[in-house]
């Protein structure tokens, strides 16, 4: 993967982009509207979790409990929508369809996380925001006041229109016990235009049934995605700003490309993972525009 050399620094103001972009959401009834070239499946509307939620894709907001009773937690958010000017609703729409599920390809034991299809039909901005955050306390829940450490990073990156399936996902590594906010969508077909808000669904002292270590989420998504009829063409290992290590395998089948990226978060017993597919172009954009890996981008702590 090459660099991200062209992604800028944001700060306060991306924070801001965020909570508005984030207020657009998860529809609890209703019907739900066909993905164009994507069969219809109730099913998917579930989260594979073993801890039962919402399709929260872009959002990971998971506070770990330490034996020593103090906390960390751990967020990141994606964002990729039509950029300024491109105000129609024919610009783009994301759907919130867990398609890792309908591949049979999702990672074991999630306890957050979610997938979506993106259709961006014009050059599209990517935002991306990480924090890190030490605390004595739960009850910091999302703010940054009682952090005894924190670091924080944002990023925006250009990204070519075509059509994207994305999907991010947290998988304990231990039987630690955990809080999680999950970001409530006000509907499944998103048009970019609608604004409307909810806040985040905060479950506290949630224990997962399963934890899995990141060689071992590696080897099990490995088995999925070849028994698909993917080829691995590439990988990786390395480091990132806030991940102990990061392993990437590129896989092709046909013209399709995805790309799997695992990362151990610094300080929790955490594995984030993040799965692109679609075509090379839109595959290799994005994923250089949301990958964990050091030196991809420079942020601000």
């Known amino acids: 993967m090459g660099k991200r050399d062209n992604r800028t620094v944001i700060a306060a103001t991306v924070a801001t982009m965020f909570i508005l972009f984030l207020a657009i959401g998860y529809m609890s009834i209703g019907p739900q509207e066909e993905v164009p070239g994507y069969p ?31 906390v960390v937690r751990f967020t990141e958010n994606v964002l990729a929508f039509p950029g300024p000017g491109n105000n129609s609703t024919a610009s783009g729409k994301m759907y919130l369809i867990n398609w890792t599920e309908g591949l049979g390809i ?7 996380g979610g997938a979506a299809i993106l259709e961006n039909n014009v050059t599209a901005e990517g935002f991306h925001d990480l924090s890190l955050c030490i605390a004595n306390s739960s009850e910091i829940g999302l703010t ?8 924080r990073a944002s990023f925006k990156t250009e990204l070519p229109p075509g059509r994207v399936s994305m999907a991010t996902y947290a998988v304990p590594t231990s039987s630690a016990t955990w809080d999680r906010w999950d970001h409530v969508y006000c509907g ?5 235009q609608s604004v409307c ?7 506290k002292n949630l224990t997962s049934p399963c934890h899995n270590s990141l060689d071992e989420v590696l ?6 995605i070849e028994s698909r009829g993917f080829e691995e063409i590439g990988s990786e290992r390395t480091g990132g700003q806030m991940f102990e290590r990061v392993e990437v395998k590129l896989y ?20 984030r993972v993040l799965m692109i597919m679609g075509d090379e172009k839109v595959v290799k954009a994005y994923a250089e525009a949301f990958t964990a890996v050091e030196g991809n981008g420079s942020g601000e702590s």
């Open 219 to 224: 080897k099990a998504l490995k088995g999925k």
């Open 144 to 151: 940054y006041a009682g952090c005894l450490r924190k670091e």
């Open 252 to 271: 092709r089948r046909d013209n399709e490309y995805l790309y799997v990226e695992l990362a151990k978060v610094e300080e929790m017993d955490l594995v």
């Open 197 to 203: 808000g909810h806040p985040e669904l905060w479950l």
């Open 106 to 112: 999702t990672p074991p034991c999630t306890i957050q």
């Open 40 to 70: 219809h499946n109730d099913s998917l509307r579930d989260s594979p979790s073993p801890i039962r939620g919402l399709n929260s894709f872009g959002n990971i907001m998971v506070l770990e409990h330490l034996p020593n009773g103090s």
């Open 188 to 192: 499944r077909v998103i048009d970019y």
